[in-house]
């Protein structure tokens, strides 16, 4: 379904502060990304839940890199343990 030459996917739910947080965070880093709120979107929540095993939010996906009910701080820390998806990204 998806790889590498897509977009990365933030899953969130309306409302959700995290979520919130992880979106501005994105946004102020440039990256061009795919948003689905999970509570208006029934695929895309079926998705998370396959991706993540969890039906928590904010989730990230970007081909195998899948960080799923994250901080800023802990996704920081996932791109950290991942440099090269971080510089596929641009991220780094």
Same mark, same amino acid.
């Given at each position: 379904m998806t790889n590498h030459s897509s977009k990365p996917t933030l899953y969130i739910k309306s409302g959700c502060p995290w979520c919130r947080e992880a979106d501005n965070f994105l946004r102020s880093k440039g990256l061009s990304y795919e948003v689905? /709120?999970?509570?208006? /979107? #029934?695929a895309a929540a079926r998705r998370m839940q396959q991706l993540t095993g969890q039906t928590l939010? #904010?989730?990230?996906?970007?081909g195998d890199f899948v960080v799923a009910d994250f901080s800023v701080e802990e996704f920081v820390s996932a791109l950290r343990q991942n440099p090269a998806k971080a510089e596929e990204l641009g991220l780094a």
């Open positions: 689905r /709120d999970v509570l208006i /979107d #029934p939010t #904010p989730s990230f996906e970007y």
